[in-house]
């Protein structure tokens, strides 16, 4: 059972609009979420987090929202730059054993 | 600046050939973790070393062993390939359970 879920396993917008991509997750005892960004042929790099005290975190262009009643958190993206094109897994850290439950990811096209 | 190291980065096995893949991280780092990325299912954590000396289980572990050789370095071992294990795989490593995880390169495994 698939405890962190991306559904959009694609999406594709115009460069300098919002990508807001989107996570759900099932267990509502989790309390720290993070989004990691992946390049082909690399590994996954930390991006931006969220404690389950906050709502909302923004660091730049970034902002993660949460939604802890809906089990819902999303990564907006202001403006979309070409560079942002990747891979986007969000993920959730539970407990306290550093240990990382990831979605499927969504793969972003910034088209120029 | 190395980070977090891996090697080799493509390997090809047959079926019930062994080998080990190294990881080697550079940040003094407590905690190391090693996960598979498979089309459509996300990272998923196969062993972790929350610090020297200890190793526990992820999520998909069958198949594998692990070896914290010291604070720097965590191996991953396949005593007999199947071709399930065809995947791309992934160091990291935290200083503590509490912070951020950096990823290695990966590896690309293919078993015949």
Redesign the interface.
């Known amino acids: 059972d698939q405890q962190?879920k991306?559904n959009s396993?694609s999406l594709s917008v115009q460069e300098g609009r919002i990508s807001i991509l989107n996570c759900d997750y099932t267990n509502s005892m989790f309390d720290y979420f993070?989004w990691y960004k992946k390049y082909p042929?690399?590994?996954?790099?930390?991006l931006i987090?969220i404690s389950s005290i906050k709502d909302k975190n923004e660091d730049g262009r970034f902002t993660v929202f949460l939604n802890k009643s809906a089990k819902h958190l999303s990564l907006h993206i202001v403006p979309s730059q070409p560079g942002d094109s990747a891979v986007y897994?969000c993920a959730v850290k539970p407990g306290?054993?550093?240990?990382?439950?990831?979605?499927?990811?969504t793969t972003l096209q910034v088209k120029p | 600046n190395a980070g977090?190291t891996q090697t080799p980065k493509f390997q090809v096995l047959k079926t019930g050939q062994s080998m080990t893949l190294q990881c080697a991280q550079d940040m003094n780092h407590n905690?190391m973790?090693w996960?598979r990325q498979d089309p459509?299912?996300?990272?998923?954590?196969i062993y972790?070393s929350?610090s020297e000396g200890t190793t526990d289980k992820?999520?998909v572990p069958n198949g594998y062993n692990v070896s914290r050789l010291n604070k720097r370095e965590f191996s991953l071992r396949l005593e007999s390939a199947a071709p399930s294990q065809t995947s791309v795989y992934?160091c990291?490593s935290?200083y503590?359970?509490?912070?951020?995880?950096?990823?290695?390169?990966?590896t690309r495994l293919t078993v015949v």
């Open positions: 962190v991306q396993p993070l042929a690399e590994g996954p790099t930390f987090s897994f306290n054993t550093g240990k990382l439950i990831f979605g499927q990811g | 977090v905690s973790y996960y459509g299912m996300g990272l998923r954590l972790y929350a992820g999520e992934f990291a935290s503590d359970r509490d912070s951020e995880a950096f990823f290695g390169q990966g």
